[in-house]
Each structure stands twice: as C-alpha cells, then as structure tokens.
C-alpha cells in the first residue's frame, strides 16, 4: 500500500492495479481510491502440497495473463520471484517496463533445498536481465545480487513505515495490569515457528517482575503462547491489530524485539520492518545477531544483539539493555526516526523511476499469496 501511493503521488503511475489470489472471505475486486484498484483471482486448483500449490499457481498465472492482455499496461512491478515468469510475459506482450523488487533473498530462503533451490535459481538468473531496475530491502541482499548475478542497476529502499510521532503512554502496561518496576518488551508480527518465539518465552521466565514480554499478532503458535501467558504472569499475547492501532500500541511498550533464527542466507541479511516500525514507535530494540540487524543497532546506539541465540544469550541481552543508559538512546532513536521514514525512501523511489521515458503509466503489481503493493 506504501509503495502504490508513493507511485501515484510521485507521478511515476496515472492508475495502479494490482493483482493478488482470493481466499474465502475477501472480495475479488477492491477500490483503493480512484486511482488504484485490486483484483484478487480465484482458482479451480486449490489445496497442499508442492505439486497442487505448483498446479494452481500456473493455473493463476495463466488466468492473470489472459485477464490483463486487453489492458494499456506500460509498467510491471514484480514483488516474488513466483510471478517474475508472468511479469516478464507482460512485459514482453506489452512492451511494458519491469521492475523487480523481492522482498527477501528469495532463492536462500529457510527450507529452499534441493530440486527446488536448484530451479529457483535458474529461473532467476535467467529472467532477472530483463529487468530495467531490481530493487531490494538491505544493503547485503543488493551485493549478494549484484555478486551473483553481475548486476548494475540495482538499488536499495528500506521498509520502513510513514513518520509519525505516537507518543509514549501506559496502554499495554494498564491492559495486562504490569508493574511499573518491569520493563515492557513487545514483539509484533507472525507468531509462527523460525522466529524463535519459544526460546524467547523460555528467556523471559526466570526475568520475573524485572521484564514482561508482550505478542502482538496472530500465527500458529498463537494457541502455545496464550496458554504459556495463563501459567506465567510476565507473559502475554495481544490479538493483532490494524496498522495505525499497533504503532499506537508499540509505543506504549519500554522495548521491541526483533528476532529471526540465523537459518538461511536470507534472514542472515534481513533487516525487517519491524525494526523500524519499533523505532518509529519510539523504542529500544533486541536484534538477532544476524549482519544487518547487529551492524545497525551497532552503528546507531539503539539498542543491543544478542551473542547468541539461546535461553542465556538472549537473558545476558536483555540484562544490558535494561543497564544502558536510555536517554543516549532515546537521542539516537529520535535521529532514527527521522532518517528511516517513508518519506525519505521516496526520495529513493523518485530515482529509481527517472529510466521511464514519461510519467503515464499503469502498473501491475504482485506479491506471492495476496495482493501487495
């Protein structure tokens, strides 16, 4: 949604739509104001499993393409290395433009072996030429491209969330009755498995009162962390919320966490959203020990990385951030929050844009799963 108003605010798209899968429940068409629109395609094939999930993605992209071949589309924006094969046939059938922007190192991805890593690599090396620009989310996935793949035209915007200043207040502390002496760390996002969400809950037990360790969102695990929040009183799980309600949220919490199990070559060079939505709300971060997240939080003062990824690693890092002395931090967040906004990375996208020959275009975009900007 960021990307597609940024688009059309900066001339660079007249209208946008973008394309995702239906699922029950959503509609298959969306107005997102008068200038962009969604359409979420439905499939026959529908099921698990590699092969069924393989079937009715062709199926998919067969019936995207034959959906959008009427339409005067002069820009594709690629978001997943699934729909590059179907970008690259717009582009071709239209004479369009494309833009390749995955959100993570799509071909080291945890649990991308095998038959499977093989292909993914080969379909991106082949199509990825036909690119007029790739852009990437850190500064280590765009050199491992650009190593990789000899790339030129690579640039790098970071996923950070729209300025603003929400203010500290004591929301989550009155909402689960928390002492004033515990410091309130908060983790936002998926509550499934990689994340490390049960070492992190070990971590927190023999913490007591001196920390609470609050989950904001919904997943698999989510069942697991509410019944571990029933037995141990500094443990608790918040139902997910809507963008503008969770910054809110976050920012009436002492800490974020941002933890990602240093599995694959693609959470080694991430460097999620969540940290900077954590900064913008305010506070202090707890990072993995992975390369862009320990070399930030590094460089900047705002927070700490664990030394190691365990029980103790994570006990010993929470035990200096509540050592630290916040105020200096407090300084360097405020300087993050200025430099790491929206807004800033739009100066980048204007940029990135300046190849197209005019400023009227139609962009398709598309994320794997559903639709995205």
Known sequence: MKMTSSLIKLGIADSILMIG?????????????????????????DGRGLVIR????????????????KEQISLVNC??????????????????????EPHELET?????????KVLSRWVERRLIGKAERVVLVSESIREWYEETYRLGNTSVVFNCPSYSNPGKSSILRDRFSIAPQSAVFVYQGVLGPSRGLEILVSSFLDLDDRASLIFIGFGPLEAWLKDMASRYPNIHV??????QELIVLTASADFGISLTEPSCLSHEFALPNKLFQYLMAGNAVLTSLTKEQSEFVARYGVGVSVESFDRSGIQRA??????????RMD????????????????????????????????????????AHA
């Open 79 to 100: 978001h997943s290395l699934a729909s590059l094969p179907l970008s690259c046939c717009l582009k071709w059938f239209h004479g369009a433009h494309l833009v390749y």
């Open 238 to 243: 918040h139902p997910a919320v809507s963008e």
């Open 108 to 116: 080291e991805t945890h649990g991308q072996h095998g038959p499977r």
């Open 318 to 327: 929470v035990e200096r951030l509540l050592a630290m002395d916040r105020s």
């Open 331 to 370: 300084e360097a967040i405020n300087m993050c929050r200025r430099e790491y906004s929206w807004e800033q990375q739009e100066h980048t996208m204007q940029v990135i844009y300046s190849f197209l020959p005019g400023r009227e275009a139609m962009a398709f975009s598309h994320s794997n799963g559903h």
């Open 54 to 69: 393989t079937i009715s993605f062709l199926e998919w992209s067969l019936r995207v393409f034959f959906r959008l071949r």
């Open 21 to 45: 899968r239906w699922a029950p429940g959503l509609p298959p068409t969306e107005s997102i104001g008068e200038q962009r629109s969604l359409q979420r395609v439905r499939t026959l094939v």
